[in-house]
């Protein structure tokens, strides 16, 4: 599923339920077919606090484990994601993040659980809010390139913002709107034109073009075009 297809079916989502069914479908096509998300603290949600609020393809008996062996307590998936924003392999932390023994002990039980080619998303709410979303494959060989970390990153925050919304959550701060030159940059961004393109398109220099496109991203607080594509859409700036 194209990007721009799965962010605007997603904002069309009207129940949880409806929302993670598009969201298992897409991960799915990308090879990784179990999923978590999990609420690292309270995010004023009706219905009150609940940890792990979805899961596809878990199985019951790793969960069980998991929480038995108090792995949450010391997981460095769990530890990572109070410290980062950006998506991670859980191989890497083997490789260069000097784990306890407990903490290599968890990721290879996991392994052997099925849970195999792992990464994870942290994920920013209102105020403190945090969460992560955990997806894993059930075979290994899954692609997961930065190409793929950058995409699901996209996609789960996405998913976090509307199951926010569905549950009620407080509202998330709305970035600041853009100007009529910004949304023109912007579209023509969107649809693959360069900036020298888009500099003779708006008959503007091609500085001007650099100087709207920081102001795009600092108004949609993302760093790239792909990311401030997706929330221009959700913003009804750019259709689909």
């Known amino acids: 599923m194209e990007l721009e297809a799965f962010i605007y079916e997603v904002y069309q989502s009207k129940t949880v339920d409806e929302l993670f069914a598009i969201y298992e479908q897409a991960i799915w096509q990308m090879g990784l077919d179990r999923s978590v998300l999990v609420l690292l603290n309270d995010h004023q949600l009706k219905g009150g606090y609940t940890e792990l609020v979805h ?3 878990i199985t019951e008996d790793w969960a069980t484990w998991y929480y038995d062996q108090r792995y949450d307590r010391n997981d460095a998936v769990r530890i990572l ?3 980062r924003t950006d998506a991670f392999r859980w191989r890497d932390l083997k490789k260069h993040c000097g784990l306890s023994q407990l903490q290599l002990r968890m990721l290879d039980e996991a ?3 099925g849970l195999y ?3 994870s998303v942290p994920l920013r709410g209102e105020g403190n809010q945090i969460a992560l979303m955990s997806l894993s ?3 290994r060989g899954a692609d997961i390139s930065q190409f793929i970390l950058d995409k699901v990153q996209l996609m789960a925050d996405q998913v976090y913002r509307r199951y926010c919304f569905l549950r009620a959550a407080a ?3 709305t970035p600041a709107p853009l100007t009529s030159r ?3 940059v912007l579209r023509w961004s969107a649809s693959g034109l360069t900036k020298p393109l888009i500099a003779d398109r708006l008959i503007i220099s091609e500085n001007t073009v650099d100087y709207h496109l920081r102001n795009i991203y600092k108004k949609l607080g993302v760093s790239n075009m792909t990311a401030a594509v997706a929330r221009a ?3 009804g700036v750019i259709q689909p």
Do not use: R
């Open 55 to 57: 899961a596809c393809n």
């Open 81 to 83: 994601t109070f410290a």
């Open 111 to 113: 392994e052997e659980a």
């Open 117 to 119: 080619d792992g990464l």
């Open 137 to 139: 494959a059930s075979s």
């Open 171 to 173: 509202p998330i701060a």
């Open 182 to 184: 910004e949304a023109d």
């Open 233 to 235: 859409i959700n913003m």
